[in-house]
């Protein structure tokens, strides 16, 4: 599989790729603002949030800016059809690696299938899976081989698939239909997706799904994010000092920020959230010392390379 960094053609159409690219992926995420007579104050980019915390304010980024995670809790109400195929269109305009597109998206209504799938219900599913098997049916047509045996094309599909599916997600909320990203597909026996959906055993993996629809209620608040240090570095990577640590601590104690899984970690007498999360959550963590699940089927599905002595 050729790389994108490895680009052998002309600096022209290079160029001419990267723009294309570009205002792809931009329209794709509901980026390309063409509403005709806007005045010259609306053409002017928004600032990213200023000392005061405003949100940006342009619509696309009040969406981005918008966006929340319903947890299981919606409606026995489908999505209209229109609003479902305007959302996979949204979504297959997400930027790709040499626009392979090397991912399947798999929609399910049944609200059955959808539980057995990912443990969630809603007005619909889509299952995102990194899929080359479209590629090589191409590539044996035209009379090339083709074997994406590898984890770099497994690392690229898997990058190709999860912009895709978050351009889904600011498309849906564009709309005022609401969603869970999930991995609930890889608890339990992950073999049980390939038998529901009857997906092919070589060269195609279940990523993630994402379960759309109309939330029973709307949420009390908006989850937190982190954004200093430890998570955006600038030239070079910043490695934490013990301070800035301690600052995170501190952020995720303030129940203001809402970055808590559970807010009721202090009644059940942690000191601090983060004890909750690595002792409660994450239980009992220890390096790997046998071959998980997910190694097995990654295996199977052709992605891992054999190992040689």
């Not at 053609?9 to 990267?18: F, K, T, V």
């Not at 599913?125 to 035209?142: I, K, P, Q, T």
């Amino acid at each position: 599989m050729k790389s994108a960094n490895h680009d052998s053609s002309p600096p022209s159409s290079r160029s001419s790729r990267r723009g294309f690219l570009k205002q792809s992926a931009l329209a794709g995420s509901g980026l390309l603002l063409l509403a005709a007579g806007r005045s010259k104050a609306d053409d002017a980019p928004a600032p990213a949030g200023g000392s005061d915390g405003a949100v940006p304010t342009n619509a696309t980024l009040k969406t981005i800016h918008g966006l929340r995670t319903i947890h299981g809790n919606f409606l026995d109400k489908p999505i209209p059809e229109a609003a479902l195929q305007t959302i996979l269109q949204a979504s297959v305009r997400a930027a790709n690696a040499s626009n392979m597109q090397s991912y399947s998206i798999v929609v399910v209504k049944d609200r059955k299938t959808m539980g057995d799938i990912c443990g969630y219900r809603g007005g619909c599913m889509l299952l995102y899976c990194v899929d080359f098997n479209r590629l090589e049916a191409s590539a044996e047509l035209m009379g090339y081989p083709y074997f994406p045996d590898n984890m770099t094309a497994f690392v690229t599909a898997s990058v190709n698939a999860g912009l895709a599916v978050q351009t889904a997600a600011i498309a849906a909320r564009s709309m005022g239909i609401d969603y869970l990203i999930t991995n609930g597909i890889h608890r339990g026996d992950m073999e049980r997706v390939w038998k529901i959906l009857d997906l092919p055993a070589k060269h195609c993996f279940p990523l993630i799904a994402m379960v759309l629809g109309y939330p029973t209620e709307e949420p009390s608040h908006q989850k937190g994010r982190l954004s200093g240090p430890g998570m955006i570095h600038y030239e070079k990577y910043h490695r934490l000092t013990t301070s800035e640590v301690e600052d995170i601590v501190r952020q995720y104690d303030d129940p203001e920020r809402h970055l808590a899984l559970d807010e009721d970690w202090k009644a059940k007498g942690y000191k601090h959230y983060l004890d909750w999360y690595f002792k409660d959550w994450l239980g009992d963590s220890k390096p790997t010392d046998q071959e998980t699940q997910m190694l097995r089927l990654l295996k199977r599905s052709g992605f891992v390379e054999p190992q040689k002595a």
